[in-house]
Each structure stands twice: as structure tokens, then as C-alpha cells.
């Protein structure tokens, strides 16, 4: 079982930036962030593929946010700019065990994190 555990959250302003960082016990395929504000579904948000490092994100937050990755540590990152108050979520990291071609879906995610929460403030 991959283990995931995500850090870095906390309460920034209006324009802010702020870097989650999401690290694996071992590497999964790929890694994935969602998020889930208060009332709302949890959505996809960015993923990752360790080989070739492609990449996904989720319209609202394209040219804002830009997920990157540490191979020797194991480690993806979320990196935040421009944050608005609608970014405020539990920020959650998840790994797939098999093949991504850039699922959006909760239910093709095989390790789950506990999460860390973001709040922009106005």
C-alpha cells in the first residue's frame, strides 16, 4: 500500500502563493491532486505521470497553478499562484497502481492522502 502525505497547506490572501508538497512511501504511476470545497464535490485539479512527465489540469486553475515533480524524493508538488477565495479547499493528493492517460474520475485513483487545507482569504 503507497502511502501519501500532503503538506504545506494554510491561509493566504487574495493574489497569494503557496506550494503544496505530496510525498509517496513509493512511486505510483501517477500522481494526482484534487480538492474539495465546503458543500462541494471533490474535483480534479492536476495530475502527473512520473514517466515523461506529462501533464493535466483542470481548466479553472490553468496558467495559475503548475504541478511539478521531485523523482529522488518521491515527491509532487502543487504550486499556487494567483490564488482566488474559490481555491479554498482540503487539497487532497492521490496515486494511481496502473495506466493514466488523464483520468479526472475519484473512482481511478488507488491511494488517497489525508489532505491539507487551503484558505484564500478576501
Known amino acids: 500500500q503507497v502511502e501519501l502525505v500532503e503538506s504545506g497547506g494554510g491561509l493566504v490572501q487574495t493574489g497569494g502563493s503557496l506550494t503544496l508538497s505530496c510525498a509517496a512511501s513509493?512511486?505510483?504511476?501517477?500522481m494526482v491532486w484534487f480538492r474539495q470545497a465546503p458543500g462541494k464535490e471533490r474535483e480534479f485539479v492536476a495530475a502527473?505521470?512520473?514517466?515523461?512527465?506529462?501533464?493535466w489540469y483542470a481548466e479553472s486553475v490553468k496558467g495559475r497553478f503548475t504541478i511539478s515533480r521531485d523523482s529522488a524524493k518521491n515527491t509532487v508538488f502543487l504550486h499556487m499562484n494567483s490564488l482566488k477565495p474559490e481555491d479554498t479547499a482540503v487539497y487532497y493528493c492521490?496515486?494511481?497502481?496502473?495506466?493514466?492517460?488523464?483520468?479526472?474520475?475519484?473512482?481511478?485513483?488507488?491511494?488517497w492522502g489525508k489532505g491539507t487545507l487551503v484558505t484564500v482569504s478576501s
Open positions: 492521490a496515486g494511481t497502481r496502473t495506466r493514466y492517460d488523464g483520468s479526472r474520475s475519484e473512482g481511478d485513483m488507488d491511494y
Open positions: 513509493e512511486r505510483p504511476t501517477a
Open positions: 502527473t505521470k512520473w514517466s515523461f512527465g506529462s501533464t
